[in-house]
């Protein structure tokens, strides 16, 4: 997902002659043939984030594209002020890379890991929020980057992801895409953005073969949020479920439970907020150990899927 | 630490200000009516640097003001603006009513510049430490298109504490941005008090030269010695430049000079304004 965003970067380039790439200090020859190609329109500038955005801001006034590209956290939370002030104040196209979205660095430790980029990247006005699932979709979603008007955050996850979405879907800055329909009305419905949606929809497998009816809706762009898909199917649902390699607080699954309480009120269907809880990872090791940890596999997310449905019956 | 002597020991004999130099001070003041609040001393210590700038130096179309090759002048200590707003007037982009009107709910200017609201104003600052960014991205944005705008960032001494500021540095150094220029207006009072205590920047020319600025030090009153400054840029063929004006906190406002409690005024009532327009006959 990565390779194909940065190759995506010198494709758009040869295309647009406004694209110009940013990088921070990132891995030696990166893009070295769009460098010797158009060097006026490829920059490298070292450890120095909150320069990197106001630079790409500048590079804006004067109608440019830049796409920036460094490690999430680092391009989020170390220069948030400057996303604020520089690209959203200015409402600005300038595109935001972040690397190793979640916890793609799990071996690096809670410095490295951009838990909360979600949530913070979706409160700052006029900014867009984006997690595709897979690089295929990074694709669809590169080509629609030179036609919109704002500043975009793209969230990457590690890499060699599998293959979910599908070409006949379409992509729209926007609009979320129905990954699979349930056969009825009231049943439960697995929201995710990101590679959360690969581990829903083998959720969904397991919830399958255990009798229930399951849909899964991917929200590859979280802000804004398609709120008419996502109304659609949780209006009515048994559960809804909502999944995200992130923070609880602020992050997806709080950008749909403000969307259903806003727009449902009593009608509200129960609600599960899958992510992570509210305190900093303490553990290294895999990314996929991580998910483990937080309950963020097929299995875990079925499981708790299951339990949340019996919980509700007791209820009521 | 010959440097750091220079700066803090040049002590020209400012000449008195001039009948123009009074004029936009009284605008100033009239502005501070209008709001009845705005930063005094900020503002006053950047008339001059403002004013040459705007009629001795800028290129610019008061009626076109998106004309491509103008040049970018980005007031980055934001909260000086009332010295900017002065010189809109002057130069036709905002009628000098809208002076009476600031910081009020619906006016367009507000304690801060904001771009898209005022005509002339091409980034909004406020916070501060982003302009040299700004102006980096520009500067790049000129070479690229082969254009000879020149891009100047004028920031206050206590702006320059900020990180982000030698960060942008750095990279304009790198890029050899001789059509980018730095101005300080190095007035030696920040909010809290004098940056020798707050922040001491000292030796401020030698940092500047050690970020591969050409620099020189100027007395930011003295119009002639500013204009002659200016009109000199780039100061080198293959570096960005660095002007540092030194100013008074306050300047032309005797009783407010220097003075760390008119950094900032708020509720300024009438008989303020009154003593500010007396300083100034």
């Known amino acids: 997902m990565r390779a194909t965003c940065l190759n995506m970067i010198y494709d758009l380039a040869k295309r647009d002659s406004r694209v110009i790439f940013i990088g921070s200090d990132l891995s030696p020859g990166l893009l070295a043939e769009m460098k010797k190609e158009m060097p006026e329109r490829w920059y490298m500038e070292g450890v120095s984030e909150a320069n990197v955005i106001g630079m790409a801001a500048g590079l804006a006034m004067e109608g440019y594209i830049p796409y920036v590209n460094t490690i999430a956290t680092f391009i989020t939370r170390r220069c948030y002020e400057q996303v604020a002030v520089d690209l959203c104040l200015h409402d600005l196209p300038v595109r935001l890379i972040g690397n190793g979205g979640g916890l793609v660095y799990a071996p690096l430790g809670p410095t490295h890991l951009a838990i909360e980029d979600i949530a913070i990247m979706r409160a700052l006005p006029n900014m867009t929020v984006t997690a595709v699932c897979d690089a295929k979709e990074m694709v669809r979603l590169m080509n629609c980057t030179l036609d919109w008007p704002q500043p975009i955050y793209i969230r990457l996850a590690k890499g060699g992801d599998p293959i979910v979405s599908r070409e006949e879907n379409g992509f729209t800055i926007g609009k979320a895409i129905p990954m699979l329909r349930a056969r009825a009305r009231r049943s439960v419905v697995l929201i995710a953005t990101g590679i959360m949606t690969t581990n829903c929809l083998a959720a969904a497998d397991l919830l399958a073969k255990d009798g229930h009816d399951v849909s899964v809706v991917h929200v590859h762009t979280i802000k804004p949020l398609d709120e008419e898909t996502v109304l659609e199917f949780a209006r009515g649902a048994e559960l809804v479920v909502t999944v995200e390699e992130g923070t609880r607080i602020g992050g997806f699954g709080s950008a749909v439970t403000d969307l259903l309480v806003e727009k449902l009120g009593v009608a509200l269907p129960p609600v599960l907020r899958i992510g992570l809880a509210d305190a900093f990872p303490q553990k290294y090791g895999l990314q996929e150990e991580l998910f483990e940890l937080y309950g963020l596999t097929p299995a875990q997310i079925a499981a708790r899927t299951v339990k949340s449905l019996k919980v509700k019956d007791k209820v009521a | 630490m010959a440097g750091a002597q220079a700066t803090q020991e040049m002590n020209v004999a400012t000449p ?139 920031m206050g001494d206590g702006e320059i504490n900020e990180g982000s500021v030698w960060e942008a540095a750095l990279c304009a150094g790198k890029h050899k941005l001789s059509n980018l220029t730095a101005v300080i207006d190095y007035n030696k009072v920040q909010s809290a008090g004098p940056t020798r205590e707050v922040q001491d920047l000292e030796p401020l020319l030698d940092k500047w030269r050690a970020f591969n600025f050409a620099a020189v030090e100027v007395d930011g009153h003295d119009v002639e010695a500013l204009r002659k400054v200016f009109r000199g840029l780039p100061l080198a063929a293959d570096q960005p430049s660095a002007v540092i004006c030194h100013t008074v906190k306050g300047k032309g406002i005797a009783f407010a000079e220097n003075d760390a409690n008119w950094h900032h005024k708020s509720k300024i009532g009438k008989d303020v304004i009154a003593r500010l327009y007396a300083a100034l006959e």
Do not use: N
């Not at chain 2, 009845?36 to 008339?47: A, D, I, K």
């Not at chain 2, 002057?90 to 200017?109: H, M, N, Q, V, W």
């Open chain 2, 16 to 154: 008195p200000l001039d009948e123009r130099s009074k004029y936009l001070r009284r605008l100033v003041v009239r502005t501070l009516h209008g709001g009845e609040r705005g930063h005094v001393g900020s503002s006053m210590s950047l008339v001059e640097i403002m004013r040459v700038l705007y009629d001795d130096i800028l290129r610019f179309r008061a009626d076109e003001p998106m004309w491509r090759w103008r040049d970018r002048m980005i007031l980055s200590k934001g909260h000086g603006c009332i010295a900017q707003y002065v010189m809109l007037a002057e130069k036709g982009f905002i009628p000098y009513e809208a002076l009476d009107t600031f910081c009020r709910r619906d006016s367009i200017l507000g304690g801060h510049p904001e771009a898209g609201k005022i005509l002339g104003v091409e980034a909004s600052t406020g916070s501060l430490g982003h302009g040299l960014s700004y102006g980096v991205g520009m500067a790049l944005a000129a070479r690229i298109d082969r254009r000879d705008s020149r891009i100047i960032v004028v």
